[in-house]
């Protein structure tokens, strides 16, 4: 049974940082592409920030590059979003997603992913 679990969200002042955490187990690792998506209220789920499953390729939202920084760690099957300079209007229910694939894509679409955690409420407040 595939499991993504989120943790590390919280109540920041803005210009504050947070660092989100998601452990995956029953899949194997290393053959997944990993992702960070957002959902705040009345607005649509959101891509973040994208990891392949190396590490070594990543991508990010326009609204969150240079201050987020997404990383892996393949030998302990988690995953890691540093959110540095937080804004209120970051306010929103992190989710991560994993989706089974080799081939580096920037995968923005939710349908697109195969497992999803039950998210992880980051509140910033001005």
């Known amino acids: 049974q595939v499991r993504l679990a989120e943790s590390g969200g919280g109540l920041v002042q803005a210009g504050g940082s947070l660092r989100l955490s998601c452990a995956a187990s029953?899949?194997?690792?290393?053959?997944?592409?990993m992702a960070w998506f957002r959902q705040a209220p009345d607005k649509e789920r959101e891509l973040v920030a994208l990891i392949d499953w190396s590490g070594r390729n990543t991508y990010y939202g326009d609204s969150v590059k240079g201050r987020f920084n997404a990383s892996r760690d393949n030998a302990k099957d988690t995953m890691d979003l540093q959110m540095n300079s937080l804004k209120s209007e970051d306010t929103a229910i992190y989710y991560c997603a994993a989706r089974k694939t080799l081939t580096w894509t920037v995968l923005t679409t939710p349908r697109q992913y195969d497992y999803w955690g039950q998210g992880t409420q980051v509140t910033v407040s001005s």
């Open positions: 029953g899949l194997t690792f290393i053959h997944y592409q």
